[in-house]
């Protein structure tokens, strides 16, 4: 499978603490973009580093990409119970419009 | 507020029927998205289009699976004959081109009895 990996498959968290969630993937990229959803809705677009950048935030989101070890982070800070969530990464193979989903983290704050 | 609409939001049918899915892009979008998601393989594309040119439908068991765009403002997708492991929710996405963020609609959830 070409599918990139994330990790945990599920994690538990209380509101107000931080959420970490890691994805791997196996083919050279252009850029990488996490998503969420929530139950049963389409996905939603968070964020997108690209190859070159190595950190980029957004709001209480913050994101790492390591090229040299095909992985990524994603850092929530403060949870929220609203935060409850499936988390994608998806990453855009070079030199092709075609993204590849991991298999999501489920996360899940408890207020 | 743009965004992508699919329809029908579920479906059930018996197998051996046939399909039709449907979707909306934003208006403007040259890049269209079919994927499958279900529990046991997570998201899967189907197929993408660009500028209504499917590049690619490797992810698409060819033989029931097929993909259209009629035009720039619908894309389809459509299962005939249709089997119980075709259940899952389908989802189109759209985006601007160049590798940027792509929008995805409702989905469609698929029951195939």
């Known amino acids: 499978s070409q599918q990139g990996e994330e990790d945990p498959q599920a994690l538990s968290i209380q509101e107000g603490e931080n959420a970490t969630m890691n994805c791997s993937y196996k083919?050279?990229?252009?850029?990488l973009q996490w998503y969420r959803q929530n139950s049963g809705r389409g996905l939603v677009h968070l964020i997108l580093?690209?190859?070159?950048?190595r950190e980029k935030h957004s709001g209480r989101l913050r994101v790492t990409l390591d090229t040299s070890k095909k992985s990524s982070s994603l850092l929530i800070t403060a949870s929220r119970a609203a935060d409850t969530a499936s988390y994608f990464c998806?990453?855009?193979?070079?030199?092709?419009?075609?993204?590849?989903f991991g298999t999501g983290t489920r996360l899940k704050v408890l207020a | 507020d743009a965004r992508v609409t699919q329809t029908p939001r579920d479906k059930v049918t018996e197998m051996g029927q046939e399909v039709t899915m449907r979707c909306q892009p934003i208006?403007?979008?040259?890049?269209v998205f079919w994927y499958r998601q279900t529990m046991m393989q997570g998201l899967e594309l189907l197929a993408y289009?660009?500028?209504?040119?499917?590049?690619?439908d490797s992810g698409m068991p060819k033989d029931r699976f097929s993909a259209e765009m009629p035009d720039a403002t619908l894309a389809t997708l459509k299962i005939q004959p249709s089997e119980p492991r075709d259940s899952a929710v389908y989802f189109c996405?759209?985006?601007?081109?160049?590798?940027?963020?792509?929008?995805f609609g409702p989905g469609t959830r698929l029951l195939v009895l």
């Open positions: 996405a759209s985006g601007p081109g160049g590798g940027e963020t792509q929008y």
């Open positions: 083919t050279s990229i252009n850029n």
């Open positions: 580093i690209r190859s070159n950048e």
């Open positions: 998806a990453t855009l193979t070079s030199g092709t419009y075609k993204y590849i």
């Open positions: 208006l403007g979008h040259n890049t």
């Open positions: 289009f660009r500028n209504r040119a499917p590049l690619d």
